[in-house]
T-cell receptor
Framework: DTAVSQTPKYLVTQMGNDKSIKCEQNLGHDTMYWYKQDSKKFLKIMFSYNNKELIINETVPNRFSPKSPDKAHLNLHINSLELGDSAVYFC?????????????FGPGTRLTVT | QQQVKQSPQSLIVQKGGISIINCAYENTAFDYFPWYQQFPGKGPALLIAIRPDVSEKKEGRFTISFNKSAKQFSLHIMDSQPGDSATYFCAASIRAAGNKLTFGGGTRVLVKP
């Protein structure tokens, strides 16, 4: 049973297209995150939702729009894809305000924009 | 501005040896310091974490040492095994501010048999 799952695992698309990545967690966590890992393996936070409310919104182009339909799901929609969007996108989840702040990551979605 | 600096970038160690990875942070408001292990094609996996009120934490072959005054923390992998070959990331967060993780640049560890 996968704790944090993402679909798709690979996404190849052309510049200018719109695409979505989906994330689901079955850990009962109340907070979910999107991180981006670039070609140099550097990991950076993009967004975070707590109980479906956006609580972290880093300096990310507004072509990126997260959406959380419920506590267990967090999707990432990307409009007008650019070459520089090519990266691995990771979803993660955790509890907030509890004694445990451990974040668990999904397997990642490798996005390639051609 | 890189808030968490990690060194070395890469490390080669013989089987049975000790791997040591160091991280330094700038923001004194950080109050949670996890380490993640990442294998190629996989997501980061939480290895061990520490809070600043503790100077050392050990789990199996993995130990975190924490020096609050120096704003540094390190990961020691004892009795390194070929299966430990991976990229290791230190991170830091402010728990009350959304707990967003600020990562170090990563250390690629290769354990030679």
């Amino acid at each position: 049973d996968t704790a944090v799952s993402q679909t798709p695992k690979y996404l190849v698309t052309q510049m200018g297209n719109d695409k979505s990545i989906k994330c689901e967690q079955n850990l009962g966590h109340d907070t979910m995150y999107w991180y981006k890992q670039d070609s140099k393996k550097f990991l950076k936070i993009m967004f975070s939702y707590n109980n479906k409310e956006l609580i972290i919104n880093e300096t990310v182009p507004n072509r990126f729009s997260p959406k959380s339909p419920d506590k267990a799901h967090l999707n990432l929609h990307i409009n007008s894809l650019e070459l520089g969007d090519s990266a691995v996108y990771f979803c993660a989840s955790s509890f907030q305000g509890a004694s445990s702040y451990e974040q668990y990551f999904g397997p990642g979605t490798r996005l390639t924009v051609t | 501005q890189q808030q968490v600096k990690q060194s070395p970038q890469s490390l080669i160690v013989q089987k049975g040896g000790i791997s040591i990875i160091n991280c330094a942070y700038e923001n004194t408001a950080f109050d949670y310091f996890p380490w993640y292990q990442q294998f190629p094609g996989k997501g980061p996996a939480l290895l061990i974490a520490i809070r600043p009120d503790v100077s050392e934490k050990k789990e199996g072959r993995f130990t975190i040492s924490f020096n609050k005054s120096a704003k540094q923390f390190s990961l020691h992998i004892m009795d390194s095994q070929p299966g430990d070959s991976a990229t290791y990331f230190c991170a830091a967060s402010i728990r009350a501010a959304g707990n967003k993780l600020t990562f170090g640049g990563g250390t690629r560890v290769l354990v030679k048999p």
